[in-house]
């Protein structure tokens, strides 16, 4: 009898330790919760977090586990998926073996490095700071061949997927890559072809976007510079103007506005400014590089403000074309 009831106990001590093991899930009542391992994070802090969070009820049959599966010592650090249903088992193989979630970061309208890093400190690991010392590092600059001002140009606005632990180095590296599939030989060959290199394109493009949402006008005004270019005439690009005074959109520019000291003024300055104004999308880049082949100098957003532009090829074609633009804005009374 005696040993029935050992026996009885034994199974019965087993069978517990079973279902804390292999079939205890978290106590949360989300469908799952995301856990995140700092780097250089302790076994205890882990624990104290899969506490916190509901994943973990019994801390000591969690510690014995990840003992016998030598967990302790072999934290990972990362951004983890925790589902609710997961045994502890299951949590415990899925932490050892680094089995991180990735995290989706997006991308666009961005003007500067600064806003650049302040997106992906909120969304990564690593703080903006870090983000923003290793864009102006000169080594890691060096190795793109850009400089401060035409770093910008190595992003391409898009969606994807990161670790969370991803540093700043890894960053710049995986935009460099995507930097490199982007600019095939086909594209530097067009962008070559225009007299341009990938981060003079970028710089075109930049104010092409900035110019235009139409994206069917895109090509023309990128036509427009070119031939701009092509004679030595000064691009006069308002956008650049709103850049370097600092302006974040104004609908109006004035002349007083042509006058500030900048090399970012394309109405004082002849030839391309120091690096994009923006970071342009890729379509504004292919934009540039598909550019139309036409006899225009001169374009001015239509009076109706549809967002499309008037194209001229004479300066007396282009002031009536201003003219009817800038009636248009005092009659709206928009006068900046």
Known sequence: MAALVLLIAGLL????????LFKQSPRFSD???????????????????LVAMD???????FRLLCERKKYVDRIKPGRYRVKRGLSLNALVN??????????????????????????????????SVAFLKAFFDPEQQAECELDDATMISLFLPN?????????????????????????SEER?????????????????ASI????????????????????????????????TLTFALGLDSVRRVLDRDKLVDSPYNTYRNAGLPPGPINMPEPRFIDAVLSAHKHEYLYFCARADLSGYS??????EQHLVNARRYQRALNQRKIYR
């Open 188 to 204: 530097r060959h067009a962008a070559s072809g225009k007299g341009l290199s990938p981060a003079e394109a970028a710089t075109l």
């Open 13 to 20: 001590a087993a069978g517990y330790a079973y279902n804390r």
């Open 159 to 183: 969606t994807y997927e990161l670790w969370w632990t991803t540093t700043p180095g890894q960053f710049i590296a995986r935009m460099r890559r995507e930097h490199d599939v982007f600019w």
């Open 208 to 239: 092409v976007q900035a110019e235009t949402v139409r994206m069917d006008d895109a090509p023309v005004i990128a036509g427009v510079y070119l031939n701009r270019l092509r004679i030595g005439m000064p691009l006069q690009a308002d956008p």
């Open 55 to 61: 994943a973990v009820s019994d801390p000591r049959a």
């Open 94 to 127: 899925m932490l050892r073996a680094g089995e991180q979630e990735p995290v989706r970061v997006t991308f666009a309208n961005v003007e500067h490095l600064q806003e650049l890093a302040g997106r992906l400190g909120r969304v990564l690991e690593p703080d």
């Open 310 to 315: 008037d194209f001229a090829r004479t300066y």
């Open 31 to 49: 469908e799952s919760r995301v856990l995140l391992i700092p780097t250089g994070a302790s076994f205890a802090m882990v624990l104290d977090s």
